[in-house]
Antibody, heavy 122, light 108 residues
Framework: EVQLLESGGGLVQPGGSLRLSCAAS????????MTWVRQAPGKGLEWLSA????????PYADSVKGRFTTSRDNSKSTLYLQMNSLRAEDTAVYYC???????????????WGQGTLVTVSS | EIVLTQSPGTLSLSPGERATLSCRAS???????LAWYQQKPGQAPRLLIY???SRATGIPDRFSGSGSGTDFTLTISRLEPEDFAVYYC?????????FGQGTKLEIK
């Protein structure tokens, strides 16, 4: 069974940093691209970034470009999201999700984590 | 960036009725790389439809997707009580993927 477990969320001050982790199990992590999606309280879904199986990243959403970095450690089956220069508008539940397959057609997300809440506030 | 606009924002229907949700893209979606997700409060999204019209594993056949280019539709043929939720469309043909703002399907 595919399982994705996010961690690392919490309360951080504006301008601060946080690193989220997404621990994967139940599939060959090193074979699948992964993605991060967030959802502000009471708002819709916002796609943030994706990373290929070997660590190549796609362009980031404009809202986080230059501040957030996605990476992965295939030896640990873990995906990361490094978040710097955090702003109040970054307050959201952050989800990791697994691609269904490599390539463009595989960018559909049948498996998601439960999400981790990040609150940016002084 | 491809902007997806969903309509209506809220749809009020009764169980047994037919629901039609729309998703319009600001430019053509490559190869109909358009998906639909359902989300209930406190839960992660659930994949319903991919490739504009293919049902994901385990999705009942009352859910169907159609469309191409810039106009896409999710249809629920006969609403069940568990179908009342928020629905999002998602384009993944562009390297900058985007979601629509969502349609809330509520019980009338």
């Amino acid at each position: 069974e595919v399982q994705l477990l996010e961690s690392g969320g919490g309360l951080v001050q504006p301008g601060g940093s946080l690193r989220l982790s997404c621990a994967a199990s139940g599939f060959t992590f090193a074979s699948f691209p992964m993605t991060w999606v967030r959802q502000a309280p009471g708002k819709g879904l916002e796609w943030l970034s994706a990373i290929g199986a070997s660590g190549d990243t796609t362009p980031y959403a404009d809202s986080v470009k230059g501040r957030f970095t996605t990476s992965r450690d295939n030896s640990k089956s873990t995906l990361y999201l490094q978040m710097n220069s955090l702003r109040a508008e970054d307050t959201a539940v952050y989800y990791c999700a697994k691609y269904s397959a490599s390539g463009t057609a595989g960018r559909v997300y049948a498996h998601w984590g439960q999400g981790t809440l990040v609150t940016v506030s002084s | 960036e491809i902007v997806l606009t969903q309509s209506p924002g809220t749809l009020s229907l009764s169980p047994g009725e037919r629901a039609t949700l729309s998703c319009r893209a600001s430019q053509s979606v490559t190869s109909s790389y358009l998906a639909w997700y359902q989300q209930k409060p406190g839960q992660a999204p659930r994949l319903l439809i991919y490739g504009a019209s293919s049902r994901a594993t385990g999705i009942p056949d009352r859910f169907s997707g159609s469309g191409s280019g810039t106009d896409f539709t999710l249809t629920i043929s006969r609403l069940e009580p568990e179908d009342f939720a928020v629905y999002y469309c998602h384009q993944y043909g562009s390297s900058l993927q985007t979601f629509g703002q969502g349609t809330k399907l509520e019980i009338k």
